[in-house]
């Protein structure tokens, strides 16, 4: 069964940093790719970045340069380090686990609140 739990959020100041944990277990499969998204109230997740079982990265233009995604295959657990914080990236933060192959097999966390006040 899978497990996806985050933690790390809080209450940051702009230009702040936090660094949020995702445990996923078991093991990411090589077919499998993870990643954290973000959601305000109204409005749709959105991709924040994604990295697959291989290492290969996919990040946000809007956190590029900032945010660093990165997996602890031996502790089963991802990271998001989130530096030089905006106000506009206050969210809830989600983890999230699929499969790439059909049909798709999809897993949420519950989730984790960021906030940036200015």
């Known amino acids: 069964q899978v497990h996806l739990v985050e933690s790390g959020g809080g209450l940051v100041q702009v230009g702040g940093s936090l660094r949020l944990t995702c445990a996923a277990s078991?093991?990411?499969?090589?077919?499998?790719?993870i990643g954290w998204y973000r959601q305000t109230p109204g409005n749709e997740r959105e991709l924040v970045a994604t990295i697959t079982a291989a290492g290969l990265i996919n990040a946000a233009d809007a956190v590029q340069g900032r945010f660093t995604i990165s997996i602890d295959y031996a502790k089963e657990t991802m990271y998001l380090q989130m530096n030089y914080l905006k106000p506009e990236d206050t969210a809830v933060y989600l983890c999230?686990?699929?499969?790439?192959?059909?049909?798709?097999?999809?897993?949420w966390g519950p989730g984790t609140q960021v906030t940036v006040s200015s």
């Open positions: 999230r686990r699929w499969t790439v192959r059909q049909p798709q097999i999809i897993y």
């Open positions: 078991p093991s990411l499969g090589y077919d499998e790719v």
